[in-house]
């Protein structure tokens, strides 16, 4: 098969780390090729050096075996490589076909003809077998079909090359199997894909060949029919990984959290949370599974003060909790680990010393009335460096320049140091690799057998399954069941999942 890509001997170089050190890199056509590595292992930064984004110290780049100098985004298109980030970059208010269609957009007179831009992208939609609405805006559909958009709007330039960072981090069960096939029809069209994940099951699934980086180096390249989960992990990280979770039988104590009849309202006004009771209590974890966008998120941020409720009650220790602000909550014992660590976890441009202490400033050690202890506050954050692994040059870094899964850490690290008597756990793994996932699932084990309340929302069943004691699940706002983990597995959940029902002769129905 043709070389379409060759990256030879890259360098990249940061201040106080190499990013990329002397890395070769191949792509063949009609191939998908996984580029397999731990968070801040180098391989975003290798391929926004494909891409254009950043300039390597050293190395070269061939497209289909001529030399080829690629110093912006626009470069890389016009040499037909696009580019799907782990963050998109969509225009929230305009319509599918607004965003795919911007900056090229089809002309008529000096008028920009929508019809036909509507025209084209449901003809490139319905060529590679998506179902997407052409005039559907942005903030009203789901994250799945978000991602989509951004690939038909590498396909509509042209893309012969197509680089996914973390595609599967932010999609459901049933969307990454959509997401299969859509790499399949974009490999039977004569197309080659990049991905850059370390989740191992799609890598397995989705991919023809392996290229594994650790700390800016290439380990190796495999042929996945040639390998398997465990020698992938241990290629990844450098070591034996336990990719199952162990814990004993839960101790279980007194009754943490109790929600009764909570209702909440989405952005848009509309009822999210619909009637929920739940009990959380010391020793456990309470697993809430659900596909994105069925009241999860709005529970969270209720039960945190981050959304203002419409009805119920919820108390923590039987202390009243119900409608209060962030802090009180914080202050009363909930640690939060947020579904999205960029818009609520962390601020960017602040240090990693600064974000340490979010949530706990105010508070001695590290606040001497309206003076802040700076000495002790960077102890702190040492610390916790040291402790969760966060792999960064030093303290002084700002979050914005860590790898997503070392953000994460850091988040993790920060909300399981306050020692708090909840410990909300929203998706604590998206977007992270197996080592990092191994340390977070260890933590909560630890946190729960400490006789923590642990309350999980995830959208991987897999870690549903392998960390909760009790297992509800969310449809449509409500909770539709709460299971024990004896009683509970993939397909039952599926079901719930779904908005069916399960009898309970153990045998399982639907209700639609």
Partial sequence: MEKVIEMLGITKVFPGTIANDNVNFELLQGETHVLLGENGAGKTTL????????????????????????????????????????????????????????????????RIDMAKACKDVKEIADRYGFNMDPKAVIEDISVGQQQKVEILKALYRGAEVLILDEPTAVLTPQEIEELGVIINNLKSEGKSVILITHKLKEVMKMSDRVTIIRRGKVTGTVNTSETNIDKLAELMVGRKVNLVVQKEEAKVGKEILKIEGVEAKNHRGLVAVKDVTLTVRSGEILGIAGVDGNGQTELIEVLTGLRKPEAGKITLNGTDIYNKTPRKIADCGVGHIPEDRQKRGLILKYSLFENSILGTYHKKPFSKGIVMNYGEIRKYCKNLIEEFDVRTPNEDVTAASLSGGNQQKLIAAREIAKDPELLIASQPTRGIDVGAIEYIHKRLVQERDKGKAVLLVSLELDEILALSDR?????????????????????????????GTLDREKEVTSVE
């Fill in 471 to 499: 297992i509800a699940v969310m449809y449509d706002g409500h909770i539709v069941d709460i299971l024990d983990r004896k009683d509970a597995d993939e397909k039952k959940l599926g079901v719930l999942m779904a908005g």
């Fill in 47 to 110: 391929m926004n050096i494909l891409y254009g984004l950043y300039q390597p110290e050293k190395g070269e780049i061939r497209i289909k075996g001529k030399q080829a100098k690629i110093n912006t985004p626009n470069d890389a298109i016009e040499l037909g490589i696009g580019m799907v980030h782990q963050h998109f970059m969509l225009v929230n208010n305009f319509t599918v076909a607004e965003n795919i269609v911007l900056g090229i957009e089809p002309k008529k007179g000096l």
